[in-house]
């Protein structure tokens, strides 16, 4: 099912609904890109609120999924997965419209870094975690996200987040600054699509270039130095102690269904 997208109020409203809890993997990868190739050809003057369904705003890769490939030994296989990865976060983290994550609930890894694609984050303010827990299951941070997160949250509550790489309870995540705003969950959307509607489709070039201007020194970082930072991301991922770290993840999961 391709992800739901509606105007409202002058904004595409974008429902990421890949499954339940919005695992990513490529059946995700593939809905993202469907989903901005749709926004890009019948939206593209109007901003973006992404937002994910019940409780979870994204949990993250697919375990069972990545985990397969992580531990294949087969060095083209994991460049290709993170390719893919890498992919579909610039895809958002470079769209040239405003960008609001809408944050309904749970973002745990790779779903908090979906959610720090955007220009903004608003939150629902009820129980729920957040934070990027690769690096205590056995996932080394590819350096293009270490990027995108010193962006969003700052070197040094990027640098926690990443190698404490604990989940924080929301008043938490909250006091370190994971969202621009907190609102009651009935007000979430109205709350977003106001960050959304900043400008007026009169100002989208002023804004876009923008955008790009402030995001250059990243953008930079990305494409002159993480890359061959992120080509010992195979060897690092399929090593023997984070291949262990993984595989307690998986089994743990597996217990609790």
């Keep these: 099912m391709a992800w739901d997208i509606e105007e409202i109020n002058g904004c595409a409203l974008v429902r990421m609904n890949s499954n339940k809890v919005n695992v990513q993997n490529d059946r995700f990868f593939g809905d993202l ?54 992919e579909t976060n610039l895809r958002i983290f470079q769209y040239p419209r405003p960008t609001v994550a809408a944050v309904n609930g749970h973002a745990i890894a790779g779903g908090l870094i979906t959610a720090l694609d955007c220009d903004f984050r608003v939150a629902a303010r009820k129980p729920a975690r957040f934070g990027l827990n690769e690096v205590p299951i056995g996932i080394p941070m590819p350096a293009a996200y270490v990027e995108i997160i010193k962006y969003t949250l700052g070197d040094q509550v990027g640098a926690l987040a990443t190698l404490r790489g604990k989940l924080y309870e929301f008043e938490e995540a909250e006091r370190l600054g994971f969202f621009h705003e907190v609102v009651e969950p009935d007000q979430l959307l109205a709350a977003a699509i106001s960050y959304a509607r900043c400008i007026t489709p009169d100002c989208n070039t002023a804004y ?22 992120d080509e010992h991301l195979p060897a690092g991922m399929s090593d023997e102690g984070n291949r262990r770290a993984q595989d307690f993840r998986r089994q743990e999961i597996m217990r609790k269904r």
């Excluded at 949990?59 to 890498?86: E, L, M, P, T, V």
């Excluded at 270039?209 to 930072?229: F, H, N, P, W």
């Design 208 to 229: 876009a270039m923008s955008k790009k201007a402030l995001q250059d020194s990243v953008m930079r970082q990305i494409e002159e130095r993480t890359v061959a930072l």
């Design 33 to 86: 890109h469907e989903a901005f190739d749709r926004l890009e050809r019948e939206f593209n003057h109007l901003p973006v609120v992404l937002t994910g369904q019940g409780d979870v705003f994204s949990a993250g890769i697919d375990f069972q999924y990545s985990f397969d490939i992580f531990g294949s030994g087969d060095h083209d296989k994991i460049r290709q997965w993170y390719r893919n990865y890498r």
